[in-house]
Structures are given as structure tokens and as C-alpha cells.
């Protein structure tokens, strides 16, 4: 059983930058690709980014590709989203997942994190 904690959500006007963290505990992190999605009232969650086991490879979504970047900690149990250039269209709430499942690539589908945070809110003002 894998536990994460997302931190770092906030208001920052249009332009501006975040830093979200979250933090696992509880399983063997480095057995885990990660992702990041985001979901607002109303609509499905969306996939913004992952990263694999090994940190090597990491995918985006398109809206966020040159803005954002994934990275992750093995030492410190932790995966981060740099968040640059915020966007009023970025305001959601930030969700990471852990994925057992992908070995390689890390996954972009929803279905394959089996284990998810709580969320915290991002909120770009124009």
C-alpha cells in the first residue's frame, strides 16, 4: 500500500510558476512510475505528465509540453512538477498516481495508477 501527500498548490497569476511535490510512503518507491494528472468540477481527469522508475524517460501532455517538467527523487520518496508559464486554462486540481504496472514507458491512461493523493489546487489568475 503506497500513501501520497501532494504539496505546493496555490494562486500565482497568469505567467507565473509552482512547484508541486508529492511525497510516497508506505511501498518501494522506485518500483513505481509516476504521473501527474488534473481534473476540474465537471470534467474527467486529464493526464499532464510521468516519469518512469528510473526517472529516465518522462512524457507530457501536449498543453503543457516546454512548460512544465516532471522529475523525481529515489532518495527522497518524492516526484515533482515544475510548473512554468502558468496558464488561467492550467487552474485545476493536481493529482499524482503511482504505476506499478509500466515497466518502461510510464503510462499516460488513468486506469493504470493504482494508487492516487489527495490533490491539491492550482489556481492561475489572468
Known amino acids: 500500500q503506497v500513501q501520497l501527500v501532494e504539496s505546493g498548490g496555490g494562486l500565482v497569476q497568469a505567467g507565473g510558476s509552482l512547484r508541486l511535490s508529492c511525497a510516497a510512503s508506505?511501498?518501494?518507491?522506485?518500483?513505481?512510475?509516476l504521473g501527474w494528472f488534473r481534473q476540474v468540477p465537471g470534467k474527467e481527469r486529464e493526464f499532464v505528465a510521468a516519469i518512469s522508475r528510473t526517472g529516465f524517460i518522462t512524457v507530457y501532455a501536449n498543453s503543457v509540453k516546454g512548460r512544465f517538467t516532471i522529475s523525481r527523487d529515489n532518495a527522497e520518496n518524492t516526484v515533482y512538477l515544475q510548473m512554468n508559464s502558468l496558464k488561467p486554462e492550467d487552474t485545476a486540481v493536481y493529482y499524482c498516481?503511482?504505476?506499478?504496472?509500466?515497466?518502461?514507458?510510464?503510462?499516460?491512461?488513468?486506469?493504470?495508477?493504482?494508487?492516487w493523493g489527495q490533490g491539491t489546487q492550482v489556481t492561475v489568475s489572468s
Open positions: 498516481g503511482a504505476d506499478r504496472q509500466s515497466v518502461i514507458t510510464p503510462g499516460r491512461i488513468e486506469s493504470l495508477y493504482e494508487y
Open positions: 508506505g511501498g518501494t518507491f522506485s518500483r513505481y512510475a
